[in-house]
């Protein structure tokens, strides 16, 4: 009987834990602009209160309001315009050594700039009447024409983040919108985890010699997925059904140093060419599971392969089937990568099934690949729309052997049938590719 889903992939997290401890402090400072998809190794928090000053929020003057309190149209107040503030200016500096009185003079103030002492409101360009001025624009004065609200347009000092706020939390991905309040509180760059280093082969002849047109897919896809979730992905190319060529290859990069992790695809279930199994006991490595009870992807192999100074390498044989290999990659390969760098498991979205009227073939198909299957996990994929009203309903895939890859053109999601699940159930749906969510 093969190992639950459930039992495999607590093996798959334990490994992760135990290879993050022996990988030790592994974090590199990145600057902001490439930080995008990586991992933050520690919580950043802000190392100041933003804004550091009071400052406008319009282009204008800044007033003392209260001297407005009994403005009106016929009754107008009149304010001695004195001198300019620009964004950046120190405003004594700005203003220079002559006192300025907040209840008869204005100070031309722009937006962003820091408000003067003793001026508490910014009237808009656009509200104030300007007379006066000329040549030096000397001589300027504003007619306010009705009562100022105490603080008008101004934005008050640490009225945005203050010091010690969390700006990205540990094994939080970088997206571009955490660089906003990255950059406004002046960091340049953060500590991410160092991307795991991943060295990725498919094996089969057929994809060498061109006989039955099998192309490589899952050397392609696993580089690429990889790269997308942070890891630094290497295509190591495709092996021939040559045991010795394939045991001096994952031996020698196991041996390098250079790899965290080792993937092949196909070549783990019983053919007479399916040689991983055989080669890995041959290497002495410790099979953690070959075999779990899911489907696609039941011959799936996890192992540990030994290196120099008992350093061990983490080791999944996927299936051939690209479909296959998919899913074990999105469900024990990208958690695994996911535990290694410190992140928590993803959590589902929860989603009714769409039920179908069932007649035709490939109805009846769509069926049963999501038929309850007493102590196997099931993994489909799908298409989890976003409905106006807000429902979550998910329409698995009609085509779903993993050996055909249409669907993947429309499919945005994966569901996870527990065992025994049924069509009632609800169900638990992940994004097709692990770096996008269904919410952005
Ligand atoms: N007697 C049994 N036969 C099979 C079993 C079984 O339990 N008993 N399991 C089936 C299942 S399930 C799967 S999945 C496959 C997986 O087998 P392998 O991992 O050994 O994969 P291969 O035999 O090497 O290839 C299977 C299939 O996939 C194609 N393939 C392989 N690599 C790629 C690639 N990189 N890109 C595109 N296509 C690829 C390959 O050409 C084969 O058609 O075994 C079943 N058989
Ligand atoms: O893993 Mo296989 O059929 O389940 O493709």
């Known amino acids: 009987m093969a190992l639950s889903y459930s ?42 209160s933003i804004p550091e000053h ?29 001198g300019t503030i620009a964004a950046g200016d120190d405003p004594r500096e700005a203003l220079g050594q002559q006192p300025t009185n907040p209840d008869t003079d204005a100070v031309e103030i722009m937006t962003g700039a820091i408000f003067p002492d003793g001026y508490d409101a910014c009237v808009k360009l656009e509200t104030a009447v300007l007379v006066g001025g000329g040549p030096g624009e000397q001589g300027r004065h504003i007619l306010v024409t009705k009562p100022v609200e105490p603080h008008a347009n101004r934005r008050f000092a640490a009225s945005d983040m203050l010091e010690g706020d969390i700006v990205i939390r540990q094994g939080d ?78 031996r020698e990069a196991a041996e390098s140093r250079k790899f965290d992790l080792l993937l092949t695809s196909g070549a783990v279930s019983k053919g007479k060419f399916d040689h991983v199994r055989h080669v890995l006991d041959q290497i002495g490595a410790e099979i953690i599971f070959h075999g779990l009870a899911i489907r696609p992807g039941h011959p799936v192999l996890f192992a540990l392969i030994p290196g120099n100074e008992g350093r061990r390498t983490a080791f999944f044989g996927l299936p051939g089937n690209p479909g296959a290999a998919a899913a074990c990659f999105r469900f024990l390969t990208v958690p695994y990568l996911r535990a290694l760098q410190g992140q928590e498991a993803e959590q589902p979205i929860l989603a009714r099934l769409l039920q179908r009227p069932t007649s035709p073939d490939t109805d009846n198909n769509a069926r049963r690949s999501c038929h309850p299957m007493p102590e196997t996990d099931c993994f489909r994929h799908g298409i989890l729309p976003a409905t106006p009203t807000g429902q979550m309903i998910v329409e698995p895939s009609r085509e779903q052997s993993p050996a055909k890859l249409g669907p993947f053109t429309t499919a945005n999601c994966w569901v996870h049938f527990r065992p025994g699940a049924g069509a009632e159930e609800v169900v638990e749906c992940y994004p097709l590719d692990p770096s996008t969510s269904f919410f952005t």
Do not use: C
């Open 7 to 48: 039992v495999g992939l607590a093996k798959v997290l334990h490994v992760a834990e135990e290879q993050r401890r022996l990988r030790g402090d592994s974090r590199e400072l990145v600057p902001l602009h490439s930080a995008v998809g990586g991992i933050a190794a520690e919580n950043v928090v802000s190392p100041r």
């Open 54 to 82: 009071d400052t406008s929020a319009m282009d204008g003057y800044a007033i003392r309001s209260q001297a407005t309190a009994k403005a009106s149209p016929d009754t107008p107040v009149v304010f001695k315009v004195q």
């Open 173 to 250: 991905t970088v997206r571009p919108s955490h660089i906003l309040p990255l950059a406004s509180l002046g960091l340049d760059s953060i500590p991410l985890v160092r991307k795991p280093r991943v060295g990725v082969w498919s094996t089969g002849k057929e994809m060498r010699n061109g006989h039955g047109a099998t192309r490589d897919a899952n050397g392609p896809y696993l580089t690429a997925a990889l790269r997308e979730i942070g890891a630094q992905a290497d295509f190591l190319g495709v092996l021939d059904d040559d045991p010795t060529s394939l045991h001096d290859r994952v």
